[in-house]
Nanobody, 126 residues
Framework: QVQLVESGGGLVQAGGSLRLSCTTSGLNFAATPMAWFRQAPGQEREGLSSISWSGANIFYADSVKGRFTISRDNAKNSLFLQLDSLKPEATAMYYC???????????????????WGQGTQVTVSS
């Protein structure tokens, strides 16, 4: 059974930072392309960043490029997202996700996701 468990969310002031983690089990993590998404109330789920199994290929949405950094530790079956220079509009539930194919990486589309975590809430105060 595939499980993705996010952590690291919380309340932070604008301009602050957070580091999200996603611990996985039940899959061959080292061979799995991964991604982060977020969803604010009343909005569609938005793709933020994706990373290939080796970390050699990384993609970012324009909205977070230069401020968010994705990484992974295959030895620990874990995915990370460093959130810097946070803005109030970043307030949302953040999800980690798996893709079944590296061909989906650059698209950052929710419809391509195979498995979802349960999410971790990020709230940025102004």
């Amino acid at each position: 059974q595939v499980q993705l468990v996010e952590s690291g969310g919380g309340l932070v002031q604008a301009g602050g930072s957070l580091r999200l983690s996603c611990t996985t089990s039940g899959l061959n993590f080292a061979a799995t392309p991964m991604a982060w998404f977020r969803q604010a109330p009343g909005q569609e789920r938005e793709g933020l960043s994706s990373i290939s199994w080796s970390g050699a290929n990384i993609f970012y949405a324009d909205s977070v490029k230069g401020r968010f950094t994705i990484s992974r530790d295959n030895a620990k079956n874990s995915l990370f997202l460093q959130l810097d220079s946070l803005k109030p509009e970043a307030t949302a539930m953040y999800y980690c996700a798996t893709y079944s194919s590296h061909g989906f990486l650059s698209r950052l589309r929710a419809n391509d996701v195979e498995y979802w975590g349960q999410g971790t809430q990020v709230t940025v105060s102004s």
